[in-house]
Each structure stands twice: as C-alpha cells, then as structure tokens.
C-alpha cells in the first residue's frame, strides 16, 4: 500500500528564505504527484503536477522536483514572502489503482514571518 | 468559473441525525470523489465516483453513503453520524476517470466543516 509521508510537519522561515519541502512515497509506480497548497477555511489549490517521465516542473518562484526510483519529491519555494505561509500537501496518482485515486502526505505547515 | 461547490460549509448536528452535505461541479467532471481531513492524518477517500450511477468506497467507507445521479452533483449522506465523524469534508473532481489520464488536475471544493456531538 502507498504510503506518503511528509517532513517536516511544521516549517518556520523569516521572509525571503528559500522553502525546501520534501515529500516521499514508498511505491514508484505512480502516474503523477502534485502538489497542493491549503489556506484555513479554504479549499486545496493545485500548484504543480509532475509527471512521472518527468524530473522537474516549474511555475513562477516555485519548482517540484521528482525522483521516482527513490521515491522523493521537493518544492522550491523561491524567496519567501508571507503569503506563502499555508500548509502544503503532496499527493501521489498511483498505476496499481485502475482508477487513479490520490494519496496524500499530512502536510507541512509553513509560517513565513516579516 | 470552473468550480466545485459544497454546502453546507459549517454544520454542528447532534448523534444519529441523518444529515446530507451537496457537491456541485461545473465542468462536466467525470470523476467524483469524498475526502476527509484529519489533523496528523492527512486527506483519506471516503467514496469515489467514475460517472453517473458508478460509485465505489475509498480508504474510509464506513458510515457514509454517497449518490450520482447527475453528473454535476455528488452527495455525501450520513445515515447516522457519530462523533468520530467530526471532520473537515472535501469533495474533489478531475475531468477524467481512469488514471491513465496523468494530466488531470484535481480540484477541490472549499470544504465543510462537521461537528457531531
């Protein structure tokens, strides 16, 4: 069964620092992973889908990279800003599924401080 | 706008009180799904839709019913809630059902939030 796990739970940076997010999952055989950003009392916003050919992906100051042999993940978020604190979520579509269900990691919430 | 809609956003019920939260999708989705949030948890799949009248259980079934007879519409039932149901609620949907589409986008609802006493 797969499984997602992120770490660190909690995260707290001063503003512009570099954000490093790892995600990790402990079957390869996945379609895609993406990653999610969460505000309180909203819903959960796509913020970069990676395919599985593929290493990286990037929008903007974020970047995702994959390694799908070793079964990690990492967001880049570029010098931070406090709108960027939110939890973030990673979520693997796993091949094994027929219908492609996501499984998530808990999240890792960050707190970018002025 | 492309959106998924849930309602009610906050409900406070008491044990054993049938309750129903909508999902509505505006972008001819054909997949469907439920999910709840837990602290330390993470979100885990209550049901699944693959299209109308096609439903399946996710990780996390149990006292919770679901519905599609529309495509638009996804609701989530709860015959008879108990306190360890107190959650917050998502519902998701992706434009397709199979997992072989890999550049399917989820997007979710705003959530709603459920307190049983």
């Known amino acids: 069964k797969q499984e997602v796990t992120q770490i660190p739970a909690a995260l707290s940076v001063p503003e512009g620092e570099n954000l490093v997010l790892n995600c990790s999952f402990t079957d390869s055989a996945i379609y895609n992973l993406q990653w999610f950003r969460q505000d309180p009392g909203k819903g959960l916003t796509s913020l970069l889908l990676?395919?599985?050919?593929?290493r990286e992906q990037t929008s903007g100051r974020l970047n995702a990279s994959l390694d799908k042999s070793s079964g990690r993940s990492t967001l880049y978020i570029a010098a931070s800003q406090p709108g960027d604190s939110a939890t973030y979520l990673c979520?693997?579509?796993?091949?094994?599924?027929?219908?492609?269900?996501?499984?998530f990691g808990a999240g890792t919430q960050v707190v970018v401080t002025p | 706008e492309a959106q998924v809609t849930q309602n009610p956003r906050y409900l406070i019920t008491v044990t054993g009180k049938k309750l129903t939260v909508t999902c509505s999708q505006n972008?001819?989705?054909?997949?469907m799904s439920w999910y709840r949030q837990d602290p330390g948890l993470g979100l885990r799949q209550i049901y699944y839709s693959m299209n109308v009248e096609v439903t399946d259980k996710g990780d996390v079934p149990e006292g919770y019913k679901v519905s599609r007879k529309e495509k638009r519409n996804f609701p989530l039932i709860l015959e008879s809630p108990s306190p360890n149901q107190t959650s917050q609620y998502y519902c998701?949907?992706?434009?397709?059902?199979?997992?072989?589409?890999?550049?399917?986008?989820?997007?979710f609802g705003p959530g709603t939030r459920l307190t049983v006493l």
């Open positions: 990676i395919q599985s050919s593929q």
């Open positions: 972008m001819n989705h054909e997949y």
């Open positions: 979520a693997v579509k796993g091949t094994t599924d027929s219908w492609g269900k996501l499984q």
């Open positions: 998701a949907s992706r434009l397709g059902a199979s997992g072989r589409f890999s550049t399917d986008t989820q997007y």
